[in-house]
């Protein structure tokens, strides 16, 4: 009777080893299939802006997104001349009368100067946009 006992343990502390084992395997199943960040959505951000003169001291606002976003803004300014964000294209002009709609889908992150150059070729900063990773 006593061997009975012996293998009686054992096959209780076997099949205890292979639900641990089965466990194991599924939890690292689970890590792998599952996704460690759900990917970004693209959102549509709209921004207003004016293009001048800022006080000493004022800091330029910050249109912060994400990599993948859409950004559209809308930039008005006394002074004629042609909207630029350096690495991007089709940058549009805009006057007095004229109010400028600049859009861009954030491809690249990082920190980007949204600027007037004027026809006088004077340089006016109106704001920088923020591009953050996507996850």
């Known amino acids: 009777m006593q061997k009975t006992a012996a293998a009686d343990n054992q096959l209780v502390l076997g099949t205890f ?10 939890g690292i199943g ?3 299939a599952k996704p460690s960040n759900a990917a970004h959505s693209p959102h ?15 800091l330029l606002p910050v249109l912060s997104v994400q990599k ?4 559209v803004i809308n ?20 006057d007095a009368l004229h109010p400028a709609v600049f859009q861009m889908r954030a491809t690249q992150t990082g920190r980007f100067s949204l600027h007037l150059h004027t026809s006088n070729g004077t ?11 996507d996850d």
């Open 75 to 94: 930039i008005s300014s006394a002074q004629a001349g042609m909207i630029m964000v350096h690495g991007f294209d089709d940058m549009p002009q805009v």
């Open 30 to 32: 689970y890590k792998v």
């Open 68 to 71: 993948g976003d859409l950004v």
């Open 123 to 133: 340089q006016i900063d109106i704001a920088t946009i923020e591009v953050s990773p």
């Open 44 to 58: 549509t951000h709209a921004f207003n802006v004016t293009a001048g003169k800022k006080d000493v001291g004022q």
């Open 17 to 26: 080893l292979a639900a641990i084992l089965l466990f194991v395997a599924i």
